[in-house]
């Protein structure tokens, strides 16, 4: 796989991650637009790009391309990410939009770090 392509899906991820956050956020400020059955597609959709782009990543350095080692470093960090997410999802219920919104923006901006560390090792 190109790294081109690497760089597209992420650009894709990460311009999911962002409209997703910032889209929660406006629902956590303006209550009449708030519904938790948006709120819930907007993350499946995110979480599903993140995910994605990360076996991605994974699978393309698995074949030896030269994509860098801290690539493949964040890509990781967004799956932490995810799984720290997933753990405390009770506890984030209790201001959903506000706390989902901060997330996903958090995300994004691990999505463009990952784009921008492409062919960059750790010597």
Known sequence: MD??????????????CGISGLAMLTMN???????KKIGNILIFIS???LVVQSLL??????????????????AVVVLFTLTFLYVYRFQMNEKYYL??????????????????TIGEYLN
Not at 29 to 35: A, C, G, P, R, S
Not at 59 to 74: A, K, M, P, Q, R
Not at 99 to 116: K, V
């Open 29 to 35: 400020f303006i209550k009449k637009y708030q519904n």
């Open 47 to 49: 979480v599903v790009s």
């Open 99 to 116: 706390y989902w919104g901060i997330a996903l923006l958090y995300l994004m901006g691990l999505e463009i770090r990952t784009i921008n």
């Open 3 to 16: 790294t081109t392509t690497l760089n597209f899906i992420g650009s894709i991820s990460a311009t999911i």
């Open 57 to 74: 990543v994974s699978y393309t350095y698995t074949l030896n391309e030269n994509i860098g080692s801290f690539y493949l470093f964040y």
